[in-house]
């Protein structure tokens, strides 16, 4: 079976806006807090991170970042479904021929594949 490559690169960089007319919408927001999370997470460890942190180093206002994720399991949330979501795309097609504990295999290390970019605020 062909492995296609795994993306499991952070999200590309959005800017984030300030003004009432060209806010930032969900996924841009949710996008650089993830990024700027997991990064904290890898460098300082989640003791002691807080959602000022976050939007800080995301270069979000607090308000923007708390109008979508009012804490960080919610940022978890929203990084699980990225995970999810890069797995789907770059997974192998289902080859039922295949035995189920195969096709599984293959989807875990597509799963670790795309958890690699962020094993330091894994670990930590």
């Known amino acids: 079976m062909a492995k296609k490559p795994v993306s499991g690169k952070p999200a590309k960089k959005k800017k984030a806006t300030s003004g009432a007319s060209a806010q930032p919408d969900r996924e841009t927001v949710l996008d650089l807090a993830v990024d700027a999370m997991m990064k904290l997470a890898g460098q300082l460890g989640w003791r002691g991170l807080t959602q000022a942190d976050i939007a800080a180093e995301a270069g979000l206002e607090l308000s923007q970042l708390t109008r979508f994720a009012a804490s960080r399991n919610d940022l978890l949330t929203h990084f699980m ?42 670990r930590a």
């Open 81 to 122: 479904r990225r995970i999810d979501s890069i797995v789907v795309e770059n997974g192998p097609d289902a080859d039922l021929t295949e035995p189920v504990k195969d096709r599984l295999f293959d989807i875990v290390m597509q799963r670790f594949d795309a958890l690699q970019p962020w094993r330091d605020a894994i």
